[in-house]
């Protein structure tokens, strides 16, 4: 120790004590300086999850909706299909009638002509 400050004891334990004091200040947690929007990450990480699940849910409903839309569209075609074809078999079927009926009549013509000629 120097002699020109001439320290007692007790106030090298003071100084001592006041040092340690300043030490532990250091360890001691700061008050921080919160926003006034603060928001925790964890309820902004929710909100966040919960428009990425929505969005694929919207995503997979479009994707259901497509597919559903799509076998619709095949079905009716396929009835269409069908409908055409039954229209066409029906339609040569009284084609067929019809020719059959015009020979019938042609035949009774010949007949009724035949027995007027005699």
Do not use: C, H, W
Not at 24 to 42: E, G, H, I, W, Y
Not at 47 to 54: D, K, P
Not at 60 to 77: H, P
Request: aromatic share 4%; glycine share 2%; hydrophobic share 45%.
């Amino acid at each position: 120790m120097s002699e020109f400050q001439r320290t007692g004891f007790s106030e090298r334990l003071k100084t001592a004590a006041d040092a340690k004091k300043a030490l532990l200040a250091n360890f001691r947690p700061k008050p921080t300086v919160t926003a006034s929007d603060f928001q925790p990450r964890a309820v902004a990480r929710e909100a966040e999850l919960a428009q990425v699940r929505e969005a694929r849910a919207e995503a997979k409903a479009a994707r259901i909706q497509a597919a559903a839309d799509a076998a619709e569209a095949a079905r009716l075609s396929d009835e269409s299909l069908a409908a055409a074809a039954l229209e066409a078999k029906r339609g040569e079927r009284k084609e067929r009638k019809a020719l059959t009926k015009a020979e019938q009549k042609a035949k009774r013509d010949a007949r009724y002509a035949a027995r007027k000629a005699r």
